[in-house]
């Protein structure tokens, strides 16, 4: 049975839920929860793909590792209450909330390419901040160099994480100069409204010119370091995911090529286009890795 | 109770394996049509008429283990599971040439050449393709017995790449091919574990 955006529905039930949690009584929900973001230059012009597909297409290996996975098991997941852990060499360590890091008076629309590693894509209207005003707000030292990522782990809500298909909890990691960059997000929502469960909710990472992987999802901890984190694809499999993840058509998969892609929703002929190097955000961010030899660095 | 089942088998036409076999088709191309398919319709055909094929191999290396064990005999169905199964690869591969990889024949070529996954699975196809290409009884009669049984034992090579095709194709090492993997193991080791001469009345269940 294909699984369809009514028959998920958990939707209503969680809202309804989170409104309650947080406002302590019940009440009408879904009007209240909706997000707006300002537009954004960054955005692309590209016609997003439709909500249907992308919250059920989905790699959160957390909730099961078939696409549909994570529509069907996410809704497990509470994500309110939730605390984002901010530490190591911050200035104002601590535990911070979702509207905490991405007020509502700050949230941005930013409509971004997505280029999954499986040589897939999809267009995606997200809401969030630059991770830049997060990071700034918990003041990095100057000896900060990365910054690591980890997502929840509370297997009895990720029924995925009671299997050792990854070593849990997800980790990922940026260069600070990577995770300042403006393109790179916080996202809280998709399509005008909080993210769903099953995108990475309450709140995530958008990397828009690296593989999804990188994007890592419900993060928990955020750790200024002077050490290059390990990630978790990095630590399964090192040859054939490394630490950046560029998209980049010229550095295969060993497994598979990386010339081409796939859009999801294109249809049965839609055929194949050209992945274009970092994603199509060269102009942006292609002076991060000036001098580097990508081939090595992948 | 042996007898009875052969006998009964013996009265199913070759024709009704042919028809049940391709409902797994009529119901794919059903669910192409109605927009039943997933958000990526693509890989669920890729997937679905792969796995088929995977199970019609798997039935028609079932079927000398079979008859070796409990005497019971599919064998008149074994031709027809066989080709049931390439029908299922060979839509395989189109759909992967066609609606996949969108005719891109250099890149298909490249990557046949270079990717594992693609080297196994192509390799199982092609020892299917000259299978099916030799299935007939015209053939049979050509390469004689001895020749034609060596090359119809290509089926045993052709089986456990196909499962190493699939899981190749993944991010992770993946349970579900390694079981069919396994299980096809144990099929091919059944063949020398239980050898001829076949302990049932070879006789009666032929007839």
Not at chain 1, 102 to 114: D, F, K, S, V
Not at chain 1, 189 to 205: H, K, S
Not at chain 2, 7 to 19: D, E, H, T
Request: a positive charge; charged letters at 20%.
């Amino acid at each position: 049975m294909p699984l369809r955006w009514s028959d998920v529905t958990p939707k209503n039930d969680y809202l309804n839920r989170r409104a309650f949690i947080a406002a302590g009584l019940a009440v009408a929900a879904t009007p209240g929860w909706a997000l707006t973001g300002k537009p954004s230059a960054l955005s692309t012009d590209q016609k997003p793909n439709t909500l249907e597909e992308i919250t059920n297409y989905n790699n959160f290996y957390e909730f099961g590792m078939d696409k549909t996975d994570p529509a069907r098991h996410a809704g497990a997941m509470v994500t309110d209450p939730w605390a984002v852990e901010i530490g190591g060499m911050v200035d104002r360590p601590g535990s911070y909330g979702v509207d905490d890091l991405a007020p509502a008076n700050a949230l941005e629309e930013r409509i971004y390419r997505l280029r999954c590693v499986e040589a897939w894509s999809m267009v995606i209207p997200w809401i969030g901040v630059p991770l830049a005003s997060v990071l700034d707000r918990a003041g990095v030292q100057p000896g900060a160099k990365f910054v690591a990522f980890e997502t929840l782990y509370r297997p009895e809500q990720m029924r995925g994480q009671s299997r050792p298909i990854l070593d849990w909890p997800y980790k990922e990691g940026l260069r600070l100069d990577e995770a300042m960059h403006p393109l790179t997000i916080l996202a809280t929502g998709l399509y005008g409204d909080v993210l769903p469960n099953q995108n990475g909710a309450p709140i995530r990472l958008v990397v828009p010119w690296k593989y999804g992987f990188k994007s890592i999802k419900s993060i928990v901890k955020i750790t200024l370091t002077d050490s290059r984190p390990m990630s978790t694809w990095e630590q399964m499999q090192p040859s054939e995911y490394g630490f950046y993840a560029n998209v980049n058509p010229q550095v295969d998969h060993p497994r598979w090529s990386q010339a081409t892609e796939r859009r999801i929703g294109a249809g049965l002929f839609g055929g194949r286009e050209e992945t274009l190097m970092f994603n199509g955000y060269g102009d942006q961010v292609a002076s991060l890795y000036a001098g580097m030899d990508l081939a090595k660095d992948y | 109770m042996r007898a009875a089942l052969n006998g009964g088998l013996r009265r199913i036409p070759i024709r009704a394996l042919w028809a049940g076999g391709l409902i797994p088709l009529a119901l794919l191309v059903w669910d192409a049509v109605t927009g039943g398919l997933g958000i990526d319709p693509i890989r669920d055909i890729e997937h679905r008429l792969g796995r088929t094929a995977l199970y019609f191999l798997i039935a028609s290396l079932a079927v000398t283990p079979v008859l070796r064990i409990t005497g019971v005999s599919f064998m008149r169905f074994r031709r027809a599971l066989g080709l049931l199964c390439f029908t299922y690869a060979g839509l395989h591969v189109l759909a992967w040439a066609v609606m996949d990889m969108a005719l891109l024949w250099a890149a298909m070529a490249r990557d046949v050449v270079k990717r594992p996954y693609l080297i196994f699975g192509m390799g199982a196809f092609l020892m299917l393709l000259a299978l099916a290409v030799t299935s007939n009884n015209l053939s049979m009669r050509r390469m004689g017995t001895v020749a034609w049984c060596r090359l119809h034992q290509l089926v045993y090579v052709a089986a456990p790449l196909v499962t190493m095709h699939w899981i190749w194709a993944l991010k992770t090492f993946p349970l579900e091919p390694a079981l069919w993997l396994a299980a096809i193991l144990v099929l091919l080791g059944l063949r020398v574990a239980v050898p001829r001469p076949i302990r049932w009345n070879v006789a009666a269940v032929q007839k």
